[in-house]
């Protein structure tokens, strides 16, 4: 079993690769007609006939795929906590039927967390790529983890002395 990962090893910086996944056109088909019945998500004509070119998987779907391979491949053997949410998310480029898409998760910043100093606030970004490295999503946010030790009140005032300098 992996080592669990906590705040502390969660350093700005730092890159994880989170493993592969591909959808297929029935698959696509299926959670658009349950979440995102948009033509060119159900429909095989109507995708080839939209500005797509083809029938494309719901950007909600590419989402929901880069959540199961966070999880599944950190999340699962972590001390997370939640997320407070996602500062931003943006889908750049379709993703097509058996499209081979990887995901990155890129650590931007780390910090204590004021309230609560058993638990650190991570703010990441998660790149997914297809299979000609073209980036098809990217969103940043922040998750909660638990700290292998508290947080000191001198650790909590420095980060304080340091956003007041900021």
Not at 39 to 56: K, M, N, T, Y
Not at 150 to 163: I, K
Request: charged share 25%; net charge negative.
């Amino acid at each position: 079993m992996p080592e669990t990962i906590c705040w502390e090893d969660l350093v700005p910086g730092s890159v994880r690769e989170l493993g592969t996944t591909s959808v297929d056109k029935e698959e696509i088909k299926e959670f658009a007609r349950r979440y995102d019945p948009q033509p060119f998500h159900v429909d095989e004509e109507a995708g080839r006939q939209s500005i797509f070119g083809a029938l494309c998987a719901s950007g909600w779907q590419t989402a929901a795929l880069a959540m199961r391979l966070t999880v599944d491949n950190m999340l699962r053997h972590s001390t997370s906590q939640g997320s407070p949410g996602l500062e931003s998310l943006r889908w750049l480029k379709p993703v097509y039927p058996n499209d081979q898409l990887s995901l990155r998760h890129v650590i931007l910043e780390s910090r204590p967390m004021r309230k609560r100093p058993e638990v650190g606030l991570v703010r990441s970004r998660w790149e997914m790529s297809n299979q000609d490295g073209q980036k098809v999503l990217e969103m940043e946010g922040w998750g909660m983890f638990g700290r292998r030790t508290p947080a000191t009140p001198e650790e909590l005032a420095a980060y304080e002395a340091q956003r007041a300098g900021a």
